[in-house]
């Protein structure tokens, strides 16, 4: 048995590039930094950035262009690929990248690039709050006058 798995969470590096291939198809390719830290035998912190390429296709690819920006934090499972090439210069090239199959936005509205879009009706989306639920007539006594914050939440 086989398994070719990856995961990361990391901060969007490039605003996505989304192009449409000659059959019709999207495809999206962005970039995602994931930052390590440590500490060294002398006991100073250390820290180290990895650069991962990334490329969605179909539907995905056109979420990831319509709500990815430079900055976002974001989630991304996929598959490792390499591909090869030719280059102009007559030189073999190969770039491996990870082949999104799901992307989830991690950060709140407004966190990420300025002015950048929010998904609506997503998880990454909180901005109704109690004052807009206690207004309601509809609403039964102490249900919604309390915030829910991402961080209250155990997963």
Known sequence: MDLNRATIIGNVTRDPE???IASGQSVCSFGVATNMQWR??????????????????GKLA????QYLGKGRKV????RLQTREWE????????RTEIVADNMILLDRPGSGPVGGPSVPGSNTDMSS???????????????????IRLEDIPF
């Open 18 to 20: 989304v192009r449409t």
């Open 40 to 57: 060294d035998s002398s006991g100073q912190k250390q820290q180290r950035a990895e650069f991962h390429n990334l490329v969605a296709w």
């Open 62 to 65: 056109e979420i990831c262009g």
């Open 75 to 78: 989630y991304v499972e996929g």
């Open 87 to 94: 280059g102009q210069d007559g030189q073999k090239r190969n």
């Open 129 to 147: 709050t109690s004052s807009d639920a206690s207004s309601s007539s509809e609403v039964d006594p102490g249900v919604g006058d309390q915030e």
